[in-house]
């Protein structure tokens, strides 16, 4: 892996701690890994983190199996790698979503399906927090989704307590654009998504309307991401911490 970019990742994941308080010493953090560029690349830098955080964290990565039949045998040579230990939670989501109850739209159920698992098996490995890969694209698609088909301004936090599991769930990953995660991808045991919808979604609808936003309107990405990001303006997002030389 490309130390140099690598690093330029760092710096958006450091930034993202300093500004949000994500990650404190003592700390075991369960990193949801499905396969995915964003996920893999998380534990990743995450892992590389340890080694320069003037903090102490535990990294444990899980996947929750939504077939009961996955081959994870790359993903558990990577994570042997890192030296972090991997957990696969099966389960029999696909089987509940796409045969039983027939989902006509089924992204919703499926995430909260997944969450839930998730969350499970993190705190069934004595975590107290949940590292996800969402990304800056990720959330200039969720507010968009949100406003257009719900019609609320909303979108996810870089750090949100669960109280009913005792978890929190971090986002690293915040500042990082989905362009800089993609240069990694060759380098990644990114598995193929057995996912039947898969690229026919509407978050998949909204990732190509923002790309043509942007080509269209110069910088229009960024202007959305500073709106929402803009503590001072909206209040969508959590003041940032200060820091104290």
């Given at each position: 892996?490309?130390?140099?970019?690598?690093?330029?990742?760092?710096?958006?994941?450091?930034?993202?701690?300093?500004?949000?308080?994500l990650i404190s010493s003592g700390d075991k953090i369960a990193v949801?890994?499905?396969?995915?560029?964003?996920?893999?690349?998380?534990?990743?830098?995450?892992?590389?983190?340890?080694?320069?955080?003037?903090?102490?964290?535990?990294?444990?990565?899980?996947?929750?199996?939504?077939?009961?039949?996955?081959?994870?045998?790359?993903?558990?040579?990577?994570?042997?790698?890192?030296?972090?230990?991997?957990?696969?939670?099966?389960?029999?989501?696909?089987?509940?979503?796409?045969?039983?109850?027939?989902?006509?739209?089924?992204?919703?159920?499926?995430?909260?399906?997944?969450?839930?698992?998730?969350?499970?098996?993190?705190?069934?490995?004595?975590?107290?927090?949940?590292?996800?890969?969402?990304?800056?694209?990720?959330?200039?698609?969720?507010?968009?989704?949100?406003?257009?088909?719900?019609?609320?301004?909303?979108?996810?936090?870089?750090?949100?307590?669960?109280?009913?599991?005792?978890?929190?769930?971090?986002?690293?990953?915040?500042?990082?654009?989905?362009?800089?995660?993609?240069?990694?991808?060759?380098?990644?045991?990114?598995?193929?998504?057995?996912?039947?919808?898969?690229?026919?979604?509407?978050?998949?609808?909204?990732?190509?309307?923002?790309?043509?936003?942007?080509?269209?309107?110069?910088?229009?990405?960024?202007?959305?991401?500073?709106?929402?990001?803009?503590?001072?303006?909206?209040?969508?997002?959590?003041?940032?911490?200060?820091?104290?030389?």
């Amino acid at each position: 892996m490309n130390a140099k970019k690598l690093q330029f990742i760092l710096s958006h994941l450091r930034r993202a701690d300093e500004d949000f308080e994500l990650i404190s010493s003592g700390d075991k953090i369960a990193v949801g890994l499905s396969g995915g560029k964003d996920s893999l690349l998380l534990l990743s830098a995450l892992a590389a983190y340890q080694k320069f955080r003037h903090t102490d964290f535990e990294l444990v990565a899980i996947t929750v199996d939504c077939t009961g039949s996955g081959d994870f045998s790359k993903i558990q040579k990577f994570c042997d790698e890192l030296g972090v230990k991997f957990i696969i939670q099966p389960s029999n989501i696909f089987e509940i979503i796409f045969d039983i109850r027939k989902e006509k739209n089924p992204c919703s159920l499926c995430s909260k399906l997944r969450r839930g698992m998730l969350h499970t098996a993190a705190v069934g490995a004595g975590c107290n927090k949940v590292a996800l890969g969402h990304h800056a694209d990720d959330l200039i698609e969720t507010f968009l989704l949100s406003l257009c088909y719900e019609g609320r301004l909303n979108t996810f936090h870089p750090s949100s307590y669960l109280d009913r599991t005792d978890i929190t769930v971090i986002r690293p990953f915040i500042y990082v654009s989905e362009n800089e995660i993609e240069k990694f991808s060759p380098t990644l045991p990114i598995l193929e998504n057995p996912c039947p919808v898969n690229h026919h979604t509407q978050r998949e609808y909204m990732k190509n309307l923002v790309k043509k936003l942007d080509a269209e309107i110069p910088d229009a990405r960024n202007r959305m991401l500073g709106a929402i990001t803009s503590t001072e303006r909206y209040n969508l997002f959590p003041p940032k911490k200060s820091h104290e030389n």
